[in-house]
């Protein structure tokens, strides 16, 4: 029944920056936790960052001092700025949300979008 639809994917060079969004309907921007996911070829799903409805954020280590996810519930858009970006960062990023931001952070989340390629060459 709910949407949410990932876009800004595509292939960069080791360095460089993307930008990832990520757009739903209002009964999704007004749950509590959202945030992305990713999973590389071979490897499990990890959680890269998560944002509460207060904007307080949650980053994995991987992603602290690169990333930055940002929420913008009047447009219904949550975003996702990549920067220094490596080839370990290759995987197919997902955005998710729940009604309880602990989910996001370190359980499943409920709500998934279909997910975008993101590429990183060396």
């Known amino acids: 029944q709910v949407q949410l639809v990932e876009s800004g994917g595509g292939l960069v060079q080791a360095g460089g920056s993307l930008t990832l969004s990520c757009t739903a309907p209002g009964s999704i921007f007004s749950l509590e936790g959202m945030g992305w996911y990713r999973q590389a070829p071979g490897q499990q799903r990890e959680m890269v960052a998560a944002i509460a409805t207060r904007t307080a954020k949650v980053y994995a280590d991987f992603a602290e001092g690169r990333f930055t996810i940002t929420r913008d519930n009047a447009r219904r858009m949550l975003s996702l700025q990549m920067s220094s970006l490596k080839p370990e960062d290759t995987a197919v990023y997902f955005c998710?949300?729940?009604?309880?931001?602990?989910?996001?952070?370190?359980?499943?989340?409920?709500?998934w979008g279909q997910g975008t390629q993101v590429t990183v060459s060396s």
């Open positions: 998710t949300a729940d009604r309880l931001v602990t989910k996001v952070v370190t359980g499943t989340p409920s709500y």
